[in-house]
């Protein structure tokens, strides 16, 4: 595609609320299974509390909704928690914040992958052990899809995320219909207020933070508004709301529905698999909803691809990534972030043997981090700035920031074991941040004209062409040496045996007598190291009067591919050493065969 067409690329309201809002709806199939997974160690009598922790849950939404679309109009290039804790709090937390954004998204491809292929193998127990192999394939398939283009992965998208919330609105609307009539027997549920012994507020708080991960991809509209058609802050503000009040009726619905129906979380089993089955039977309304969360959940994997590659591009603006990642592929997209992502997660799916429970909690804590610095990071600007209502601004942005933070504490008081590599990997991505931006740093100062480092004249230069033999090669590459310095070119035969030196010294005097050759006897069959020494001889003279040296490496090239193992690539090992010596030049001269 060409450039001019980066335009068609862009995304409308429907498309984009699917392709960057799947993560945020798809988190309600395992969002409220989180909650009752803490609940059930008090025992089911507890499961009544999910209810004011959903709320709590919806507070926290509400105030990240309203928060994220303050940072879309404020920050209309996009960026998100990176740009935003950059500017207001500095380069170190803004680098907290998009380091962990960047490793949840590849943790949003994988636990998004690994809920798709635990929905498909709780309605087909028997492809069980090989789920981590269909997760593999299936983050296959999302990066090749993203690679041909963004609007061709949101058109293929669009249908199965529309799909999967009509599946969950006729579940949770037939499943509401049945507990109003009466059809739900009321000894399923303990009833609201019911004493629950040994409940604490510590225990109520881990359930909170565990059902708070049902909000872990809302920040994807914020990095991603450069994606969205003219204008783009309303449009990707608008699609912001609209995903947080569908993310909010299905997320009320399902907890509520888990606490009517008595539900209790199974290993092998998902909640709504188990309110699906208890509501419609298993017929093909039950396979139906199965499908749709089972492809809403691998494909939410999507978000991340959208959200990704955006980020790097930032980062790397910035040079703390190598800037590779700014690079567009031949479909426009961002292909260098978009194979990295595919290939970490995958290594991801493999580690955790895509046991989706394992990597939730460090998933949630990787978004969370950005949450909370971001919001302060938005409280710092309107104190700085004062605009008008600001006032109203810092009160959203403060509640949102003291509910992340506790969300985030609780994570870490509760889930130590299971978040503990955040402690590892944050200072090993800032380091490495840091490393990077000083190498790009020192490189620009050493490249820039302006710099006090004079320019040595090169007088002239002395050619050394390594020689194998009198072929045609040879005869190619002299040829060429000659047309650049024909007084200064000095061939250099290296021989293993003194009778093949006495011989070659013949023959070459015989065939070009006018050029110098020098024969560099080695009993231990290496050409490198004779060559490199001869050549620091020369060029340690030729520096005296400011003569260059050029190295010319014959090379004959296959006309089939797989021939090249069938010969010694000794021209490749010698351009690989000489290419890291200083102020030697090299070029390969090619002999292209016929047959």
């Known amino acids: 595609m060409k450039s001019t067409e980066l335009g068609e690329q862009k995304l409308n309201k429907k498309k984009a609320l699917?392709?960057?809002?799947?993560?945020?709806?798809?988190?309600?199939?395992?969002?409220?299974?989180?909650?009752?997974?803490?609940?059930?160690?008090?025992?089911?009598?507890?499961?009544?509390?999910?209810?004011?922790?959903?709320?709590?849950?919806?507070?926290?939404?509400?105030?990240?909704?309203?928060?994220?679309?303050?940072?879309?109009?404020a920050y209309s290039h996009g960026g998100g928690a990176y740009v935003v804790s950059k500017e207001n709090l500095g380069k170190y937390p803004g680098l907290i914040a998009g380091g962990s954004l960047l490793v949840d998204y590849i943790l949003t491809v994988a636990v998004s992958v690994s809920a798709g292929t635990d929905a498909i193998t709780s309605a087909f127990p028997s492809l069980h052990e090989h789920k981590v192999i269909i997760a593999v394939v299936f983050v296959l398939l999302i990066t090749i899809l993203n690679l041909r283009g963004v609007t061709e992965s949101a058109s293929v998208l669009a249908y199965p995320v529309y799909l999967f919330v009509l599946a969950l609105v006729i579940l949770i609307g037939t499943g509401l219909y049945n507990i109003l009539t009466g059809n739900v027997p009321a000894e399923l549920h303990t009833p609201?207020?019911?004493?629950?012994?040994?409940?604490?507020?510590?225990?109520?708080?881990?359930?909170?933070?565990s059902g708070s991960s049902a909000l872990t991809g809302v920040e994807a509209i914020s990095n991603a508004i450069p994606n969205f058609k003219s204008p783009e802050a309303s449009n990707a503000a608008k699609t912001l709301v609209a995903m947080g009040t569908i993310l909010a009726v299905m997320f009320t619905g399902i907890v509520v529905l888990a606490y009517y129906y008595g539900i209790t979380p199974s290993a092998d089993v998902t909640v709504v698999s188990q309110i699906a089955e208890q509501t419609f039977g298993r017929n093909a309304m039950y396979y139906f909803i199965q499908g749709t969360t089972a492809l809403i959940l691998i494909l939410a994997a999507n978000t991340g691809y959208s959200a990704f590659p955006l980020l790097a591009v930032n980062l790397a603006k910035d040079k703390f990534i190598p800037r590779m990642f700014t690079m567009r592929g031949d479909r426009l997209g961002y292909s260098n972030g978009i194979i990295i992502l595919g290939v970490l997660s995958i290594v991801l799916i493999y580690v955790?043997?895509?046991?989706?429970?394992?990597l939730i909690p460090l998933y949630a804590v990787g978004v969370f981090i950005p949450f909370t610095l971001s919001q302060t990071g938005m409280m710092v600007k309107w104190l700085r700035e004062k605009p008008a209502g600001w006032v109203q601004k810092f009160i959203i942005n403060t509640v949102g920031a003291l509910i992340s933070f506790v969300v985030t504490m609780m994570f870490f008081l509760t889930k130590f074991t299971q978040v503990w590599p955040v402690f590892v990997f944050l200072p090993i991505l800032l380091l490495l941040f840091h490393r990077i931006h000083k190498h790009y740093e020192a490189v620009a100062d050493q490249l820039r004209i302006t710099t006090c480092e004079q320019t040595i004249h090169i007088e002239g230069n002395v050619i050394i062409l390594p020689v194998a033999g009198i072929t045609h090669v040879v005869m190619n590459s002299l040829e060429y040496a000659k047309s650049l310095s024909p007084q200064q070119i000095i061939a250099v035969y290296v021989p293993f045996e003194r009778e093949d030196e006495a011989v070659f010294e013949e023959k070459w005097k015989k065939w070009q007598p006018d050029v110098r050759l020098v024969t560099l006897y080695t009993p231990y069959r290496s050409i490198i190291q004779p060559l490199t020494k001869f050549i620091d001889t020369v060029q340690w003279k030729a520096a005296e009067s400011n003569h260059k040296v050029t190295v010319i490496i014959p090379q004959f090239i296959p006309k089939k591919g797989w021939h090249n193992i069938l010969h010694n690539q000794s021209s490749l090992l010698i351009r690989a050493h000489l290419l890291f010596r200083r102020d030697v030049i090299v070029t390969t001269v090619p002999y292209h065969l016929k047959k």
């Open 192 to 209: 609201l207020g019911t004493p629950v012994a040994g409940i604490s507020l510590f225990l109520l708080l881990r359930a909170f933070s």
């Open 18 to 73: 699917a392709i960057l809002s799947s993560d945020a709806l798809s988190s309600v199939a395992y969002g409220p299974e989180q909650i009752l997974i803490v609940l059930v160690t008090i025992g089911a009598t507890a499961f009544w509390y999910s209810i004011p922790i959903a709320i709590g849950v919806l507070v926290l939404l509400t105030a990240l909704i309203l928060s994220y679309r303050q940072i879309i109009f």
């Open 352 to 358: 955790f043997e895509g046991k989706t429970e394992q």
